[in-house]
């Protein structure tokens, strides 16, 4: 059983446009959750992190945490084509080092 | 900072064979994991190591594979008999520390079990 759902599996943006991610954990020992972007063919890189209740914005994207729900979802403005990517959101438990990740949300930017 | 480097990049073994997979974390990083990443599974966690000492192996297939981490500059993973249901991405990564700091991932070993 995926502990880290994530939805949807695929999402098709215009450039331009808003992309939204989303991404729940059934575990409830869960205390960090991360968004990593991978590009095809490379490794994945951590885009933001978010620890507590809240929002966090870093540029183009904003990362909410809902911790009572234990999910986060990841907004995406102003898409460029660069944001073509395997979305992944993890989540990990305190003084837990494992990283337990989701399947993914496919995003592609339509110029 | 090289970054995670793992060796070899792509590997290609006979169903049955050995696979031994090398992976030099960042300096300084005192922990280290493994990952797998297929279409199918998508990334999943095998194993990690914190100081060199293992701390939570549940990933990992128990009959097969094996991972170590001798000194702190090297992790490896081997696979013995390998199946073809071994076909991967094998991934490793490190971090500064366990909880929450960044994960740094290598560009990973592709396996193919013919």
């Known amino acids: 059983q995926q502990k880290v759902q994530q939805s949807p599996e695929s999402l098709i943006v215009p450039e331009g446009g808003m992309a939204s991610l989303n991404c729940t954990s059934s575990d409830r020992n869960v205390d960090y959750f991360w968004w990593y972007r991978q590009h095809s063919g490379k490794s994945p890189k951590m885009l933001m992190?978010?620890?507590?209740?809240g929002e966090k914005e870093e540029g183009r994207f904003t990362v909410h945490l809902n911790k009572a729900s234990l999910h986060t979802s990841l907004h995406i403005r102003d898409s460029q084509p660069s944001d073509s990517a395997l979305y992944l959101c993890?989540?990990?438990?305190?003084?837990?080092?494992?990283?337990?990740f989701g399947q993914g949300t496919k995003l592609s930017i339509k110029p | 900072n090289a970054g995670v480097i793992q060796t070899p990049r792509h590997k290609v073994t006979g169903k049955g064979q050995e696979a031994t997979l090398w992976c030099e974390p960042i300096s300084g990083h005192s922990a280290v994991f493994w990952y797998r990443q297929t279409i199918v599974q998508g990334l999943e966690f095998l194993t990690y190591f914190r100081n060199q000492a293992p701390i939570d192996d549940s990933g990992m297939p128990k009959e097969r594979f094996s991972a170590q981490m001798p000194n702190q500059s090297h992790s490896t993973l081997k696979i013995q008999s390998t199946q073809p249901q071994d076909s991967a991405v094998y991934l490793c990564?490190?971090?500064?520390?366990?909880?929450?700091?960044?994960?740094?991932f290598g560009k990973g070993t592709r396996l193919t079990v013919v």
């Open positions: 990564a490190s971090s500064l520390e366990t909880a929450n700091t960044e994960v740094f």
């Open positions: 993890a989540a990990s438990g305190y003084n837990q080092g494992k990283l337990i």
């Open positions: 992190s978010i620890f507590s209740n």
